[in-house]
């Protein structure tokens, strides 16, 4: 179920994405495609033209691969005034063991991106707080042992970046 959810601010970067790909990123691809070309005596022979047509693969992939998820997704709105864990909101939690506090925002598959603090509902810590109050402890099973994680804020997601 929630591969295919997807917050309204992780729709918009794909979108925003998928546009930059379809305008900037093809207009580089034939441009640097054209240049190889032209600066190419035997195009079977030149190393930088059969770069350049593999980047416009790859570019092409990508767009196709934008195209299928987004015509996927389904958009989950949060509800912020239920006091619950919700897709697409920030869940401040303390580790009860360690003390140690972490923030994540609650997000879909597609848009899992830890360095920013965005996990995934389907990871072992998004579906032990989906769906928890604040002040509820989650358990988390992992490699290491079993986290108890308290929920001390339930927030809004930050505007997209």
Do not use: C, W
């Not at 989950?76 to 925002?105: C, F, H, I, K, W």
């Not at 360095?115 to 579906?127: E, F, T």
């Amino acid at each position: 179920m929630h591969e295919t959810l997807i917050t309204p601010h992780g729709l918009t970067r794909l979108q925003a994405e998928l546009d930059r790909l379809r305008t900037d990123g093809r207009r580089e691809a034939a441009v640097e495609l054209r240049n190889a070309a032209t600066a190419a005596a035997d195009l079977g022979e030149s190393p930088e033209y059969h770069a350049a047509r593999e980047q416009k693969a790859l570019l092409e992939t990508r767009i196709a691969q934008l195209e299928a998820r987004l015509a996927a997704v389904q958009v989950a709105e949060p509800d912020a005034g239920n006091d619950v864990v919700d897709l697409g909101e920030r869940v401040r939690l303390r580790n009860l063991d360690t003390g140690s506090r972490v923030t994540y925002e609650i997000v879909g598959t597609f848009e899992t991106d830890l360095a920013a603090g965005r996990i995934s509902a389907a990871s072992p810590v998004g579906r032990a707080v989906l769906g928890r109050r604040r002040g509820e402890t989650a358990l988390v099973e992992t490699p290491g042992g079993q986290l108890r994680l308290k929920i001390v804020a339930i927030e809004p997601a930050r505007a997209a970046a």
